[in-house]
């Protein structure tokens, strides 16, 4: 079993930034990539971006390109997303989760065994 626990959301102002946190604890030896994602009210859940939880390799969608930034700190078991220039449609309940395939469609949440409680984020305009 994993464990995923999100913390550090909350309202910012436009253009403002945010740092996400996700501590993982359990099985962590297992873990293959580390997932975040984001659900706005009315919509799906939708990928944003992750990492490989041993290399470090970082891959994101078009929208958090240049803008949002995934780190991981392995010895800490933590795992961060760092959120610049907000806007207003980065408003959502953000998700982080864990996936222990080697290889697969890690944009989709089938991917994912293993979700956080969310955390929410508020982008006022």
């Known amino acids: 079993q994993v464990q995923l626990v999100e913390s550090g959301g909350g309202l910012v102002q436009a253009r403002g930034s945010l740092r996400l946190s996700c501590a993982v604890s359990?099985?962590?030896?297992?873990?293959?990539?580390m997932g975040w994602f984001r659900q706005a009210p009315g919509k799906e859940r939708e990928f944003v971006g992750g990492i490989t939880w041993s290399g470090g390799n970082t891959f994101y969608t078009d929208f958090a390109k240049g803008r949002f930034t995934i780190s991981r700190h392995n010895a800490e078991n933590t795992v961060y997303l760092q959120m610049n220039s907000l806007k207003p449609e980065d408003t959502a309940v953000y998700y982080c989760a864990a996936s222990l395939i080697a290889s697969g469609d890690f944009v989709a949440t089938q991917a994912y065994p293993y979700w956080g409680q969310g955390t929410q984020v508020t982008v006022s305009s």
């Open positions: 359990g099985r962590t030896f297992s873990l293959s990539v």
